[in-house]
């Protein structure tokens, strides 16, 4: 057998080389994979793939026998003595065989030698079914009176006016405006900054041409300029503000959208009886999804990771 050992970037690469050092076609050898080879790390230290390409052996041509006929045998010679003739051997007598006895019938059992236990089966007549006995309706639960929820008692938001004058803010709104002003003129954004106050919270609107900028990627600038104008504000105070940083009414839309993803995950999560983890968010829209699903009767909701990757799960109650 003739056989090559051939390599390639390849195996295919390598498999066409051999066949073509042995000028066979692909059904004419067999083949071999020594080597599946390896690309390397960016090109470096790389194997190629090596094969052993071999000729398959031919089949041996069959070589028909000729074929004698004893019709076609030639007469015998002349010089050869003539074979005897053998007298015709008398037939042997067959013995006849003996014809089959005749079937001896057994006599039917008499009815007093019938085993007694058929015979308690035959007399005795089928049972008739049992009828099953009515069982007495169990009375009725008593039901429970559903255990209603208290309703949320939430702090109403305070009002920001359409217009406001500057010097009619209080000391804690003022910080909290030229703050943002500040921050504002050296982002380039030309903005209008109204404050509106309420028992523990603070509402901040901003108005202007260049909001983009200040909402930043899925609301995370206003997340830190939020962030960042609450530690302003809450500055050397004991009792704590709650400041909330709005532009566009982007919060509402926002809120908005994470209710119907929260509804919408929680369909997915009752259908594939599998919890749904969703995407890392900040704290404010994490309390939107938990607030969302609190009173749905089928999931329920936790939190989990450290932050800034903390994410809503949802599963199965």
Excluded at 220 to 244: F, M
Aim: charged share 35%.
């Amino acid at each position: 057998m003739k056989s090559v050992e051939t390599t390639g970037k390849t195996v295919e690469d390598a498999i066409k080389a051999g066949l073509k050092a042995l000028d066979a076609d692909s059904t004419e050898v067999n083949i071999d994979v020594l080597d599946m080879g390896s690309p390397g790390l960016f090109g470096m230290f790389g194997r190629l793939a090596k094969v052993r390409v071999t000729l398959k052996e031919e089949p041996e041509e069959e070589i028909e026998m000729p074929v004698i006929s004893l019709s076609s045998a030639k007469p015998a010679r002349a010089d050869k003595p003539a074979p005897r003739k053998e007298a015709p051997r008398p037939e042997p007598v067959k013995a006849e065989k003996p014809a089959p006895a005749a079937r001896v019938e057994k006599p039917e059992p008499k009815p007093q030698e019938i085993a007694p236990r058929e015979r308690e089966t035959e007399e005795k007549p089928a049972r008739a079914e049992r009828a099953p006995k009515p069982r007495a309706p169990r009375p009725p639960k008593a039901e429970k009176p559903a255990q209603e929820r208290p309703p949320r008692q939430d702090k109403p938001a305070p009002v920001v006016p359409e217009e406001q004058d500057v010097s009619e803010l209080s000391e804690t709104a003022r910080r909290a405006y030229d703050f943002l002003k500040n921050v504002t003129t050296l982002m380039g954004a030309n903005v209008t900054i109204r404050i509106g106050e309420n028992e523990g919270q603070m509402a901040i609107k901003m108005n202007g041409d260049t909001l983009g900028v200040l909402i930043g990627r899925r609301g995370e600038t206003l997340d830190a300029l939020q962030y960042l104008t609450s530690l302003q504000v809450n500055k050397g105070r004991d009792d704590y503000i709650r400041v909330s940083l709005d532009t566009e009414n982007y919060r509402a839309k926002r809120e908005e959208s994470l209710i119907k993803l929260a509804n919408r995950m929680a369909t997915r999560a009752r259908k594939t009886g599998r919890r749904v983890a969703l995407e890392p968010m900040n704290p404010y829209e994490r309390r939107v999804l938990h607030s969302a699903l609190q009173d749905n009767p089928y999931v329920t909701t936790h939190s989990e990771g450290e932050e800034p990757y903390r994410r809503v799960v949802i599963t199965l109650k």
